[in-house]
Nanobody, 125 residues
Framework: QLQLVESGGGLVQPGGSLRLSCVTS????????IGWFRQAPGKEREGVSC???????YIADSLKGRFSASRDNAKNTAYLQMNNVIPDDTAVYYC???????????????????WGRGTQVTVSS
């Protein structure tokens, strides 16, 4: 079973940047679309981004201009770059995988079949 491990979270001041990483357990990241999701305390999970196996990228409208997603198949790693963060970005961030495309991507990510355990991002001064 495909395993995903997120890293890169932590405490960051408003206006700062973080880059989250999602490493896969298999050497075939190119077969998967990688979605990023987040969940803040007391809130429902929301979609952040999706990058298909061929690099097509979707970013949630509310995050465009601040967040970007990418992947490096040679390193079996997907990335979420977070810039100019705000306190509302505080959440646990998860990566998840589906086959090849982001066709089944949704804000809740219910159809993605493999999930990491998440990494905490806290934006605070």
């Amino acid at each position: 079973q495909l395993q995903l491990v997120e890293s890169g979270g932590g405490l960051v001041q408003p206006g700062g940047s973080l880059r989250l990483s999602c490493v896969t357990s298999e050497s075939t990241l190119e077969d998967y679309a990688i979605g990023w999701f987040r969940q803040a305390p007391g809130k429902e999970r929301e979609g952040v981004s999706c990058v298909s196996s061929d690099g097509l990228t979707y970013i949630a409208d509310s995050l465009k201009g601040r967040f970007s997603a990418s992947r490096d198949n040679a390193k079996n790693t997907a990335y979420l770059q977070m810039n100019n963060v705000i306190p509302d970005d505080t959440a646990v961030y998860y990566c998840a995988a589906d086959w090849e495309t982001c066709a089944r991507y949704s804000p809740a990510g219910d159809l993605f079949f493999s999930w990491g355990r998440g990494t905490q991002v806290t934006v605070s001064s």
